[in-house]
């Protein structure tokens, strides 16, 4: 098993940025792709970006390409997703996620574990 715990969500104006974080308990933090998902209101969740094991790799959603980086410390069992320019069609909550793979996927039923979310608003 593999414990997910995010945090940094908050309300935040248009334009402005968050960096939210997600720190990984129970196996080995390196072993597993971390990927970010977000459900907006009324939406299904969708797939914002994702790392590889060793960090050197990512891929992102097209609506957030050139906003949000994501990032891995596996000394500190740790992703993160910073994301800059923030819009008020990114509001909702974000999740991180690992999968015991070594592939990027976008399909949320690809990922083994999960957190429990932090909440993202964004103000116009």
């Known amino acids: 098993q593999v414990q997910l715990v995010e945090s940094g969500g908050g309300l935040v104006q248009a334009g402005g940025s968050l960096r939210l974080s997600c720190v990984a308990s129970?196996?080995?933090?390196?072993?597993?792709?971390m990927g970010w998902f977000r459900r907006a209101p009324g939406k299904e969740r969708e797939f914002v970006g994702g790392?590889?094991?060793?960090?050197?790799?990512?891929y992102y959603e097209d609506s957030v390409k050139g906003r949000c980086t994501i990032s891995r410390d596996n000394a500190e069992n740790t992703a993160y997703l910073q994301m800059n320019s923030l819009k008020p069609e990114d509001t909702g909550v974000y999740y991180c996620?690992?999968?015991?793979?070594?592939?990027?996927?976008?399909?949320?039923?690809?990922?083994?574990?999960w957190g429990q979310g932090t909440q993202v608003t964004v103000s116009s």
């Open positions: 996620a690992a999968r015991d793979s070594a592939t990027i996927l976008t399909r949320t039923a690809a990922y083994d574990y």
């Open positions: 129970g196996r080995t933090f390196s072993n597993y792709v």
């Open positions: 790392i590889n094991k060793s960090g050197r790799g990512t």
